[in-house]
């Protein structure tokens, strides 16, 4: 697909034929994190046990490279029946505290959603099976692979007896399938600390956009979501005892609702456009060059037409455009069946995906006075209230950053390609948490293939991806070195 | 508040004497009654036997009156816990079959809404409690009061054994709190039998609109409900992988429902007012005569503002114009919180109260004929499926009938007033059953004051309403005599 990457020379070479050559220890290991169940979803006390072994495992893993590891008890999580389970200790290690060298963050997690085999799997999820280069079992790119690639990459220069090219830290839960409960709390105690001397963080926990293209993420939406609620009295009505004497609250709110976003996707709600940055012409070439297969992601999405016809503008539109969606009602009629009322009060929902340089504050005002316009125009004598529930900013990168830099020219040195520069059209709160505290770089680096299945039956990761991942992150940290 | 009416003359006169000085006993036999937890809504055992006792009470007291009383077995009623309880006979009763008489057949029911005293009941339900003329207890008003009324009636002739003036049948039953399982089976298999001879039927089952004057009911609105399904497909999506690239269910139906009705309550679809029978200048002074203290209706319904100001307009609005409502939408996200979903296929749902002279299969025509055009106009890429699940024609009556022109000079009679000409905003399945199916004049002849509290805590019927409500049946009887 791509043209051979140029020969690499000396350290380089090195690095890359250990790999090769140890690759089904690689594998190996992947097999005996795979075979642990660690699923964080389902609050069961033998499965909070998995998941501590399973740090443990790791923690041992990093100790036995050299590493200081630290374990930081999260105490318990309580449940509303009265149940109590141990939050799984969240590990920060490190590896080098040269001064003259950059450090690198690589944040992690352990834990994986549930599965079983009844569900539809191939092959039991807890044994990672290998069928045609594909390494099929729960966790195998969900995170588990990825992590142990960072640490592949970290072995390869022990045991090739060389100085790591970077300093490097690892911060690893076992609760982010779970929310990530307490992972805010520590990132935030050890600003100042174990974040001090950190320059750069990156994530590997999302997937290319192709099947055999590596991607570099570099920006998420954020999202403002809001409330309309619309009320005439607590109490329902009966349709055949008031229909027709009445401004119905549901009347008023499919008016509300209906007045935000026109049938082609646009955003009705003045000035929600203007902070929107213009597209490029470098950002341009970007979306040209990503490796997607209309046909393919159309057919895999069940969609039968999209708004857009062409990669670049259905892409745009999820990464780096705002929209709008309704998500739903509360308060009305939601059952199946056929039931005469009108709902005394409503509430409805819907949330504006944000984009560089929208701001939501900003938005929040616009919202407010369109709703309020639209509903003053219809002279009901119903009270409209509306709220801002949830308000993220968007996320992005500056991919001249050296970290980018760094991970690009890696990408060309074991893949012989340019990366696709990708966005994520959600939030992703693993970036948001170290974007808004650390205040530091933030890069994601995928090394799962967009075919991976993360959460679903038969998760796997190909072994390519994971031995040349391992390649990558390696190659990385010389680029980060020559960079420095 | 009436001036008197006319003094009766001759057997009238002994008529309302006799039920005057008979009035403790009628209230007496209203405690029996009354102390029988008859409720038909909890599917229990016990409470089953009571209903059965309750059937068998009423039937002893019409033997006692020499009427013919058949039980009409209905066998059991199966629940999904695979639990069965009897169904409660339902009461097929005659006296006299003369063929110069026209023959009246009254509808009641005696079971009754479940009611404890911890609901809020300031005198334990099933012990008639009296208190300022008032009659509380379950049941006093919906139905027993005005079924022992009808049987005070015929009572009081017998006992000044006078002859009966018209043919006298009773239906009652003992599960119409439950949705009146089996009636309907049993007036379609008696059409020829039993209610072959019937001429006119009574239903007392309903409320005046006021405390103090006396009202006839002779119309109910009808209702065509529909659904209209918007799908992109069956599994929903997230907002932000999926924002901004699709015509979104949820758009397309908050626009399709927002398409039905203005802000004044205006139904949209063309062609909807067509049929709708015109104002007549008779029909306004029926509503200008209607006693309603719009101030109370309003302080008692907690609405702020209705859209209409006057009483003739809001009454109208309630009776003789169609009405749209929107009941809820199934399929999006109706739980509190704040879920970023796509909904992939929703369900929107509404309903037209319909009115003379409009007709379910024309309005069915209409709404789907109007909501493919609005659809249409979006060019969205969904699909769209409208259906009507529910078509009730309305019922009017002939108000020159022979039974209302009865019924209305009975009221001048015992209470010196011209009655309240009301109709209902809803379908009363009772009317609709009766009207379909044995296809004769069936009139609603309430007894209770709107006060009453039907369903509700601290239900009670005015000893009153009760008493003067018996002569007006016995004084109905003898104006369909003169009348034949």
Tied chains: 1, 2.
Excluded at 267 to 290: C, F, H, N, R, S
Aim: net charge negative.
């Amino acid at each position: 697909m791509f043209s051979s990457p140029a020969p690499p020379s000396g350290l380089l070479e090195k690095v890359f034929q250990h790999i090769d050559l140890h690759q089904d220890e690689f594998v190996q290991t992947l097999k005996e994190w795979v075979a642990v169940e660690s699923d964080s979803v389902q609050p069961v006390p033998r499965l909070r046990q998995e998941i501590l072994k399973m740090m443990d495992m790791a923690a041992d893993k990093l100790q036995r490279l050299g590493a200081s590891v630290d374990f930081v008890d999260m105490g318990t999580q309580q449940f509303p029946d009265d149940q109590s389970l141990p939050i799984p200790p969240i590990i920060l290690a490190e590896l080098g505290n040269d001064p003259k060298k950059p450090t690198v963050c690589f944040y992690g997690h352990l834990d994986v959603q549930p599965a079983n085999k009844e569900d539809g799997w191939l092959s039991d999820p807890y044994t990672l099976t290998e069928v045609d280069g594909k390494l099929y079992g729960r966790g195998a790119t969900d995170n588990k692979g990825p992590v142990l690639a960072w640490i592949n990459a970290v072995s390869t220069f022990r045991a090739l007896e060389q100085d790591l090219p970077v300093n490097v830290k690892f911060i690893i839960e076992g609760m982010e399938e779970a929310g990530s409960v307490a992972l805010e709390e520590v990132v935030r105690r050890e600003k100042h600390r174990f974040f001090s001397s950190v320059d750069y963080i990156v994530i590997s926990d999302n997937l290319w956009i192709s099947r055999k293209k590596p991607a570099l993420t570099y920006g998420t939406r954020g999202n403002s979501y809001f409330t309309v609620e619309v009320k005439c009295r607590d109490q329902d009505f009966h349709s055949g005892t008031f229909g027709g004497i009445l401004n119905e609250p549901m009347a008023d709110l499919v008016a509300l609702l209906g007045s935000l976003v026109d049938s082609s996707g646009h955003i009705l709600i003045p000035g929600i456009y203007d902070k929107v940055a213009p597209v490029t012409e470098e950002e341009k070439k970007m979306y040209a060059a990503i490796d997607l297969d209309l046909r393919e992601y159309q057919n895999s999405t069940q969609v039968k037409k999209f708004l857009f016809d062409t990669k670049e503008e259905i892409l745009m539109h999820l990464w780096r455009y705002p929209s709008l969606s309704i998500h739903g009602i509360e308060g009305a009629f939601d059952e199946p069946g056929a039931k005469t009322v009108i709902p005394g009060r409503v509430i409805g929902k819907f949330s504006i995906r944000l984009v560089p340089h929208m701001n939501a504050s900003v938005v929040e005002k616009q919202v407010k006075q369109h709703l309020e316009d639209i509903f003053s125009k219809r002279n009901s004598s119903n009270q409209m209230a509306v709220s801002m529930v949830l308000g993220i900013h968007p996320w992005i990168a500056n991919i001249k950053d050296n970290q980018y830099l760094a991970a690009k020219r890696a990408i060309r040195n074991v893949f012989g390609t340019e990366p696709d520069m990708i966005r994520d059209g959600s939030t992703i709160p693993i970036a948001k948490i170290f974007q808004d505290i650390i205040q530091k770089s933030v890069m994601m680096l995928p090394l799962g293939a967009v075919d991976d299945g993360e959460h679903s039956q038969n998760e796997k990761i190909n072994r390519w991806n994971y031995i040349e991942g391992s390649k990558l992150f390696a190659a990385f940290f010389l680029e980060m070195a020559k960079l420095h």
